[in-house]
């Protein structure tokens, strides 16, 4: 039987991957033939040999060929005078989504707030998620929150980026000021103004003597730097199990003022913001001293905003790449 190193030779001699990608089609096909004759063989001996010289062969090829193969791309030879790098007037460059240009907007003003900008794992335990946060198992607020498990009981797709204001109390300094911006999920029906997942920025400031205060004067500001100065903001009292007070923020509607219009359901009132002061709970559990130290935090959906703020219709428009829209906005 004769077993012919031609196509290893062939394969140093190819110019390109077109006919490198020829000559293991012609590879693929001699060993079929070889094995053919193998069968026909009927000295147990010869077969050996045989076989060995022809695993040999297969050995020698396929080496020959991945070094041959991943040459052409480390030299980028497939691009001959071609340059991949010449500016094509033809091509349409994107925009910035609409949710990341809303985000970077407000990145700046808590920048300039002094806030550092911190991130943490989607995947995330049920003690950061909910138990850290003054929410044990039994807590009735965890339904408002259902999430996806990864693995249960511990283990979820995190339901707010709250998480990661646990884990900076647990390995920061303070005094902080931080935002955890990212993704979160919740078990939530898809409608004009919920997705199973969706942005979420959340802020913390913790030190001595901050007080309820500083939280307002940090959020009025906010929602006045992005909608405007005429913008008239509200603080609701209301329930979360991680703050005390808890505080929900409405800010005018920026389409009807306060007169009442679609947008605002009639109301002329949206509601932007959850916040309050953090629980002394939650303190202690990060082993802060809540003697010592106060802060206050706060949490809003970017989604929702940025829905109010480029006056869209609808959340899922967001994930519709939709470039004429991104081009209007």
Known sequence: MDISNDLISKLKLAKNKSEVLKINSEFKKQVKELYSEIKKCNDDNEKKEIGKKVND?????????????????????????????IFKPSIKIGNIHPLMKLYKMMEKIFINFGFSIVDGPEIET??????????????????????????????????????VQIRSLESMSLPLSIIS??????????????????YQIEGMAVGEKISFSNLKFVLITLLKEIFGNSTKVRFRPTYYPY????????????KCGTSGCSLCGGSGWITVLGS??????????????????????????????????????????????DISLWNQL
Do not use: W
Request: glycine share 6%; net charge negative; charged share 20%.
């Open 126 to 163: 049920d003690k950061y998620n909910f138990e850290r946060l003054n929410m044990p198992y039994y807590h009735p607020a965890r339904d408002m929150q259902d999430t996806f498990y990864v693995r249960s009981p511990n283990v979820l797709l995190r339901s707010h980026t709250s998480s």
């Open 276 to 321: 309050g002061m953090v629980h002394p709970k939650v303190f202690e559990d990060s082993g802060v001293d809540s003697e010592k130290y106060t802060g206050f935090a706060f949490g809003l959906g970017l989604n929702r905003l940025a829905m109010i703020y480029f006056g869209m219709n609808g959340i899922r428009e967001f994930y519709e790449n």
């Open 243 to 254: 703050t005390e007070p808890s505080a929900a923020i409405d800010m005018s509607c920026p």
């Open 181 to 198: 911006p990212g993704t979160v999920y919740r078990v939530d029906d898809i409608d004009a103004q919920h997705t199973p997942m969706f």
């Open 57 to 85: 062969f297969k050995f020698n090829f396929q080496n020959e060929f991945e070094k041959v193969f991943s040459s052409f791309d480390a030299n980028n030879s497939n691009f001959g005078n071609y340059d991949p790098y």
